[in-house]
């Protein structure tokens, strides 16, 4: 069993598209995140949901929404795509907001024409 | 949020010990010292991890100076499958969000 799955692997779109990536885990950790890894490989944190609360919010676009149903579920909503948006978003799940390993799943590679 | 400096890069040959360094002058008490190293076309996955003394584990072990202020992740006999880009990163209280900084692009040569 994958513990951390994010889906779809690959997706290419349009501009002015909106998406949406899925990311489950099956750790019982209590809390999620977004990262986003652009073509220089700068692995930059986006967002970050403790049991479903949002505690991290970066300088991100609000086109971006993320939204966790429960918290083994995190997933990330972009409106109105943008050649920019282009990168491999990685989904990760720890124990708790400061503790215990990183978890990441395989990315899910984003691109927009 | 405590950040984290180390070489973009690194070469190793095959079979022998690699020591890949990474700075932490700002790390408070109570934060741990995390590796991660990312194989090609993979997410991040954890290495090893600890807070004031030595660690070893099957993949690596962890050097901590006295003072905290660097770390050293040592693989014993570094192989093709090691070349990855390896990430110190600090996790606690204290260091934030913990950022993922370049990164070390670890090249093993045959």
């Known amino acids: 069993d994958t513990a951390v799955s994010q889906t779809p692997k690959y997706l290419v779109t349009q501009m002015g598209n909106d998406k949406s990536i899925k990311c489950e885990q099956n750790l019982g950790h209590d809390t999620m995140y977004w990262y986003k890894q652009d073509s220089k490989k700068f692995l930059k944190i986006m967002f970050s949901?403790?049991?479903?609360?949002?505690?991290i919010n970066e300088t991100v676009p609000n086109r971006f929404s993320p939204k966790s149903p429960d918290k083994a579920h995190l997933n990330l909503h972009i409106n109105s795509l943008e050649l920019g948006d282009s990168a491999v978003y990685f989904c990760a799940s720890s124990r708790g907001q400061h503790t215990g390993e990183l978890f990441f799943g395989e990315g899910s590679r984003l691109t927009v024409l | 949020d405590a950040k984290t400096t180390q070489p973009n890069s690194m070469e190793s040959n095959e079979e022998e010990p690699v020591h890949l360094p990474c700075n932490h002058s700002?790390?408070?008490?109570?934060?741990?010292i995390h590796w991660y190293r990312q194989l090609p076309s993979q997410g991040p996955e954890y290495v090893i991890h600890g807070l004031t003394s030595n660690v070893n584990n099957r993949m690596a072990s962890l050097a901590i100076a006295e003072d905290r202020k660097s770390s050293t992740l040592i693989l014993h006999r570094a192989t093709l499958r090691d070349a990855a880009v390896y990430y110190c990163?600090?996790?606690?209280?204290?260091?934030?969000?913990?950022?993922f900084g370049d990164g070390t692009t670890l090249t093993v040569k045959p």
């Open positions: 949901y403790n049991n479903k609360e949002l505690i």
């Open positions: 990163i600090l996790r606690g209280t204290n260091a934030g969000k913990s950022t």
């Open positions: 700002t790390i408070s008490g109570t934060d741990y």
